[in-house]
């Protein structure tokens, strides 16, 4: 008996949230629904603990780097014309795209985000000297949910770096705050923010590639990250059209399971319990079908050339062609 609850108690886990700062913390604690049971509290302590170490430690290159974003966005209109343009790879969660990624960011033509960077947006450039002798103990060898191996160095999806730097994401919903996962489900779509949401959530998306784009000079910016696949107008209208999809799919009861599969495996991210009725699976059934459907009619709009199809079967048979 003694211990099952052991192994059920919620002990502090590296958290990928970790380096967000400390504004982006009381954000997510303020958010609709936010709860955190004092049995939670360790590990909401060792977050908060790590969250100033990364505050202190990127707050130069937030107090430099600032006003000068601030002025290039006021005169872009929050849009990257940087380099040789962007190609975004869309899928649903658990439907190949870690994969994919891992194989079109060995192009030496493409540069892609790396954890170091999503899991520190805000103090990657200036501040990653000192901040990478405290992230690299933190960043685990291996994803919880599956077990493929990351490291600081290597491809990451790019929605950890706008979660972590201003919060607008689904990120928080989905692994972190389960009960107010109706809240941060809108980032997912970018349906029913607000004005002022909006405007924070493409001024993130925009300074972080900015940053990236800077390191990447000539190369072609690649980015992943599983919500973009409902937010194709967006990212075109974002990256003024300099841009390009690749889209891949996978047999949906093999989605649905392994996302079901991963929640569970992601509870180690969790400040809170689920609702007693909580329906996962059905959750994201929905999602999942909705996600597809706003694709589809985004990706209608795209001109020739603008987006590649694929199916995970295809890969997992033959991934170099």
Not at 10 to 15: C, E, G, I, K, V
Not at 69 to 74: A, E, F, G
Not at 90 to 112: E, F, I, K, N, V
Not at 237 to 256: D, Q, W, Y
Request: net charge positive; glycine share 8%; charged share 20%.
């Amino acid at each position: 008996m003694l211990g099952r609850v052991f192994r059920q108690f919620p002990w502090p886990y590296p958290h990928f949230m970790a380096f967000a700062p400390l504004d982006a913390w009381w954000r997510l604690l303020t958010a609709p629904g936010a709860r955190v049971p004092v049995w939670y509290w360790p590990r909401l302590a060792f977050g908060l603990f790590t969250s100033v170490l990364g505050t202190v430690l990127t707050l130069p290159e937030r107090v430099a780097l600032g006003p000068v974003l601030w002025l290039l966005s006021r005169r872009s209109g929050a849009t990257l014309k940087r380099g040789p343009g962007v190609i975004v790879i869309l899928g649903y969660y658990r439907s190949g795209t870690t994969h994919l990624h891992y194989l079109m960011s060995c192009d030496p033509r493409m540069r892609s985000p790396t954890w170091c960077e999503t899991l520190a947006p805000q103090g990657f450039i200036l501040s990653w000297a000192f901040l990478r002798v405290f992230m690299i103990p933190f960043v685990s060898a291996t994803r919880p949910q599956d077990d493929v191996a990351i490291g600081p160095e290597w491809p990451a999806e790019d929605d950890f770096a706008v979660n972590n730097w201003t919060l607008c994401s689904a990120l928080p919903g989905r692994f972190v705050l389960p009960r107010s996962h109706a809240f941060f489900d809108r980032f997912h779509f970018l349906r029913g923010l607000s004005a002022a949401e909006l405007a924070r959530w493409r001024w993130t998306q925009w300074a972080f590639c900015w940053k990236v784009s800077v390191i990447a000079r000539k190369r072609r910016l690649l980015l992943k990250t599983p919500s973009h696949t409902a937010r194709v107008a967006a990212l075109t209208e974002l990256f003024g059209g300099n841009v390009k999809f690749v889209h891949i799919s996978r047999e949906p009861g093999a989605v649905v399971k392994s996302n079901v599969h991963m929640a569970s495996r992601l509870g180690v991210y969790a400040l809170g319990d689920r609702d007693e009725g909580d329906d996962v699976r059905g959750r994201i059934e929905r999602e999942y079908v909705e996600t597809e459907r706003k694709f589809l009619e985004e990706a209608n709009g795209q001109g020739p050339g603008m987006l590649a199809e694929m199916a995970f079967e295809d890969q997992v048979t033959d991934p170099m062609d």
